[in-house]
């Protein structure tokens, strides 16, 4: 989740308000952080990224030039191949093969018809960010998005993270309430569990945190489990190995890593990882 403005001639990142990027709140310049993005892509051949830019460019094919510059155009996934009106999108497995490794969204509509990046909310459905998005009980859209039982967008991203990011508090935050939360909006949003989970400081937990809160969508969307360790290699749900999840975040001890490899490369594209350590993040997913 990058917030992308015009600066000192060129594209920033840049964590501002009233449309305008200043001295003090101006990060890099976006081609830096992209960039990163780049060299990972390249050493990283089966791996697949997802970026969502909060769109303030104004000047003319600013983003066009700085993903030009960036290295990142040959990996992007173009618009016209979307699925529009809900349709399936392609296995990972296919995304690799082509090469289309970069799913790239703007938050401007015109974009995409101007530039070919495709506009977020004709493709994702998202739930209200910061502390009114915490109600439990409650998965309201943000204003941009169409509801979230809306099935002519076909990916769900659930937005759990308070207004001011509060590293005391994450831990509580990133707990049971978490994983409460995206059952809540499974259930609201016509029984789709989230494609995309966004958290601020991923690694703070009482117990699994972000890993299992991941790893309970992915089983959910793999195979109807509350865990991927519980799917079988066909997509099935596997009794016996129901319920168990990861512990740590990435930990090569723990059933943390299976979160990086779905059972099977034949399974259709499902869940797209994100963990977003504090309010600006490059958004990352694993075949």
Known sequence: MLDMYDFRDDIWLCHSFGGACQNFTAFVPAVEVLGEIERFLARNPSEVVTVFVEDYVESPMGLTRVLNASGLTKYMFPAWRMPKSGGDWPRLSDMVRDNHRLLF????????????????????????YGTKGMIKGRCPNRAESAAMNDLSRSLVLVNYFRDLPNFPVACKDNSAELLDMLTTCHDLSADRWANFIAVD??????????????????????????????????????TARHGGTPKGIFNTTSGATALLRPPTATLRWQQLIILVPSTLAALLLSL
């Open 105 to 128: 969204f703007t938050s401007k509509s015109a974009k995409e018809a101007a530039e070919g990046i495709p506009y977020e909310w004709r493709y994702v459905v998202e739930n209200q």
């Open 201 to 238: 400081f991923y690694k703070r937990s009482d117990r699994g945190g972000a890993a299992e809160a991941t790893d309970k969508t992915n089983g959910g969307l793999i195979c109807g489990c509350g865990s991927v360790s519980a799917c079988s290699g066909n997509g099935t749900c596997t």
